[in-house]
């Protein structure tokens, strides 16, 4: 990461802040005095941080911005997404392992932003304290608890190893702890990132109330909601089942949310904001459509598309592709059958969950935290609680909402039954994971699923994840032994590598060994 400042009171990091360098606040913004002195400076900063998810940083190519990388980084290093061109982007690392290196341009544009977002949201809390309290300063300093977390969860997820009981010492992400805290320094270990993640968290739901100030109560900023949400996430993600469940009840039982019902889910993710599903999302208008810099543009066919990338036969086989569910799970709306691509030998069939919104089809607001996700937290943690019923009850909660029963049939049929299908507590696991591939697909969860499991990587199918693949298929599958075809779980390539932008300047960091 760029070293931002070091040694600096708090009010030259406002002022610092404000600053074009680091390009969040626009172009009208409070100065630095007005921010210190002014009841909307404090909002206006916020905001800034927020824009920081969907804005492409001053001096960077238009590929370069947070949720561009967000979902590359994640789905496509996944068996979720297939690559049918060898592009010169560098998102074609994330499905190649070993062509990962610490100099790519993805990688080193996606940490130094999130370090971005954590330096926006601990000047945002060092002003909240020198305001003192009232209901919109604790709102938007728990909104600045919560992205600081946020933003480090996804750190540590891609750039440090699966936290457990027993690899707790091992290195996780660098924590910055406050607006002066910009000196070179050394990872902090994994135990110490997630105690600072659950801490954040902790403290951004105690600040924010269930009834936020008029002008924050939207889905596109931080909620007590979202931060207990990311909590049963991040406890999900460090084995620590009974709280994962905990913070999943109490955001199911607050009764703010409701999923999408089969009728109305074909248009969720073009109406993402006014949805009671989702619980946390990043707005776009018209103006900010990133056209064939967007995250559609990679896996989906239209205007300003590339289309390049889309399901792998891999999430289509779990899905029942060429069986009756295809007419049955509306969650086949956002997979395009009926015409597929064809790209040097790869079919492409195109993903539409980032695409629609005002008729574009390169614009959406990208889905964060949503409600299917929590209970499907709260699934996979009763599952390793050896709770088959409540885990089994969630799953079939989720599916009663995603099947559109056809005449002569009952939602029973297109539920699980313990009795009938031999579901137990050796196996309850396998169909909690498989019901969060298929709900959650493309939304940057799978990859962690498979690793946090133990999973293995395979990705028996033709395409450029392939080491030596070439354009032109050699068979009906190229076999599991083929190079890039199987990532064996706990495999280091798993983790990226450390940004070379961060090595150069901070020699205190530790690079992730090979």
Same mark, same amino acid.
């Given at each position: 990461?760029?070293?931002?400042?070091?040694?600096?009171?708090?009010?030259?990091?406002?002022?610092?802040?404000? *600053?074009?360098?680091?390009?969040?606040?626009?172009?009208?913004?409070?100065?630095? *005095?007005?921010?210190?002195?002014?009841?909307?400076?404090?909002? *206006?900063?916020?905001?800034?941080?927020?824009?920081q998810f969907k804005d492409i940083p001053s001096g960077e190519s238009s590929n370069n911005w947070y949720l561009r990388q967000y979902f590359q980084l994640s789905d496509f290093a996944s068996d979720d997404i297939v690559c049918g061109y060898k592009t010169e982007d560098d998102l074609i690392n994330s499905f190649r392992y070993n062509d990962r290196a610490a100099e790519k341009t993805?990688?080193?544009?996606?940490?130094?932003?999130?370090?971005?977002?954590?330096?926006?949201?601990?000047?945002?809390?060092?002003?909240?304290?020198?305001?003192?309290?009232?209901?919109?300063?604790?709102?938007?300093?728990?909104?600045?608890?919560?992205?600081?977390?946020?933003?480090?969860?996804?750190?540590?997820?891609?750039?440090?190893?699966?936290?457990?009981?027993?690899?707790?010492?091992?290195?996780?992400?660098?924590?910055?702890?406050?607006?002066?805290?910009?000196?070179?320094?050394?990872?902090?270990?994994?135990?110490?990132?997630?105690?600072?993640?659950?801490?954040?968290?902790?403290?951004?739901?105690?600040?924010?109330?269930?009834?936020?100030?008029?002008?924050?109560?939207?889905?596109?900023?931080?909620?007590?909601?979202?931060?207990?949400?990311?909590?049963?996430?991040?406890?999900?993600?460090?084995?620590?089942?009974?709280?994962?469940?905990?913070?999943?009840?109490?955001?199911?039982?607050?009764?703010?949310?409701?999923?999408?019902?089969?009728?109305?889910?074909?248009?969720?993710?073009?109406?993402?904001?006014?949805?009671?599903?989702?619980?946390?999302?990043?707005?776009?208008?018209?103006?900010?459509?990133?056209?064939?810099? *967007?995250?559609?543009?990679?896996?989906?066919?239209?205007?300003?598309c590339w289309g390049e990338e889309g399901a792998s036969p891999s999430i289509l086989s779990a899905m029942g592709f060429g069986t009756d569910m295809m007419n049955v799970d509306v969650r086949w709306k956002y997979i395009e059958t009926a015409a597929p691509g064809l790209k040097n030998g790869v079919n492409i069939y195109y993903v539409g969950k980032f695409s629609g919104q005002g008729?574009?089809?390169?614009?959406?607001?990208?889905?964060?935290?949503?409600?299917?996700?929590?209970?499907?937290?709260?699934?996979?943690?009763?599952?390793?609680?050896?709770?088959?019923?409540?885990?089994?009850?969630?799953?079939?909660?989720?599916?009663?909402?995603?099947?559109?029963?056809?005449?002569?049939?009952?939602?029973?049929?297109?539920?699980?039954?313990?009795?009938?299908?031999?579901?137990?507590?050796?196996?309850?696991?396998?169909?909690?994971?498989?019901?969060?591939?298929?709900?959650?697909?493309?939304?940057?969860?799978?990859?962690?699923?498979?690793?946090?499991?133990?999973?293995?990587?395979?990705?028996?199918?033709?395409?450029?994840?392939?080491?030596?693949?070439?354009?032109?298929?050699?068979?009906?599958?190229?076999?599991?032994?083929?190079?890039?075809?199987?990532?064996?779980?706990?495999?280091?390539?798993?983790?990226?590598?450390?940004?070379?932008?961060?090595?150069?300047?901070?020699?205190?960091?530790?690079?992730?060994?090979?």
């Amino acid at each position: 990461m760029k070293r931002l400042l070091t040694g600096i009171s708090f009010f030259a990091a406002i002022i610092a802040f404000t *600053s074009c360098e680091l390009n969040i606040i626009p172009s009208d913004a409070l100065t630095g *005095s007005q921010i210190r002195t002014t009841s909307d400076g404090l909002t *206006s900063l916020v905001n800034g941080g927020y824009s920081q998810f969907k804005d492409i940083p001053s001096g960077e190519s238009s590929n370069n911005w947070y949720l561009r990388q967000y979902f590359q980084l994640s789905d496509f290093a996944s068996d979720d997404i297939v690559c049918g061109y060898k592009t010169e982007d560098d998102l074609i690392n994330s499905f190649r392992y070993n062509d990962r290196a610490a100099e790519k341009t993805n990688i080193n544009s996606f940490w130094e932003v999130s370090y971005k977002i954590i330096y926006g949201a601990n000047v945002g809390i060092s002003m909240a304290d020198q305001k003192g309290s009232d209901p919109l300063t604790d709102q938007l300093k728990g909104e600045c608890y919560f992205l600081r977390a946020f933003a480090t969860h996804s750190l540590v997820k891609l750039f440090a190893k699966p936290y457990s009981a027993s690899n707790g010492s091992q290195p996780g992400v660098i924590l910055r702890e406050s607006s002066s805290d910009g000196a070179p320094k050394a990872r902090a270990t994994l135990t110490e990132t997630y105690d600072y993640i659950l801490s954040s968290l902790k403290t951004a739901a105690s600040l924010m109330s269930g009834n936020p100030p008029e002008e924050r109560n939207n889905r596109g900023f931080a909620s007590k909601y979202a931060a207990w949400a990311l909590l049963s996430r991040v406890y999900l993600y460090m084995d620590d089942y009974q709280n994962a469940s905990a913070y999943a009840d109490s955001v199911i039982n607050s009764g703010a949310f409701s999923l999408e019902t089969p009728d109305s889910y074909p248009g969720y993710f073009a109406n993402a904001p006014g949805s009671a599903e989702t619980i946390w999302c990043i707005p776009f208008l018209a103006v900010d459509d990133k056209k064939e810099a *967007s995250v559609a543009s990679m896996v989906y066919n239209g205007a300003n598309c590339w289309g390049e990338e889309g399901a792998s036969p891999s999430i289509l086989s779990a899905m029942g592709f060429g069986t009756d569910m295809m007419n049955v799970d509306v969650r086949w709306k956002y997979i395009e059958t009926a015409a597929p691509g064809l790209k040097n030998g790869v079919n492409i069939y195109y993903v539409g969950k980032f695409s629609g919104q005002g008729g574009s089809p390169t614009l959406s607001s990208p889905v964060m935290i949503r409600l299917a996700e929590v209970y499907l937290n709260r699934a996979e943690a009763q599952a390793k609680l050896g709770n088959v019923e409540g885990a089994l009850a969630d799953v079939n909660g989720i599916r009663t909402n995603r099947m559109a029963v056809p005449d002569g049939s009952t939602i029973d049929d297109y539920l699980y039954d313990a009795t009938r299908d031999g579901i137990n507590a050796g196996n309850i696991l396998d169909y909690v994971l498989k019901e969060r591939r298929i709900e959650l697909a493309f939304e940057g969860h799978r990859i962690f699923d498979l690793i946090r499991n133990g999973k293995d990587l395979e990705r028996n199918y033709w395409g450029y994840h392939l080491d030596s693949y070439n354009g032109i298929p050699g068979g009906s599958q190229p076999g599991i032994d083929a190079p890039g075809a199987l990532i064996p779980a706990g495999d280091p390539r798993f983790v990226y590598p450390i940004p070379s932008s961060e090595e150069s300047t901070n020699k205190l960091c530790v690079p992730n060994n090979k």
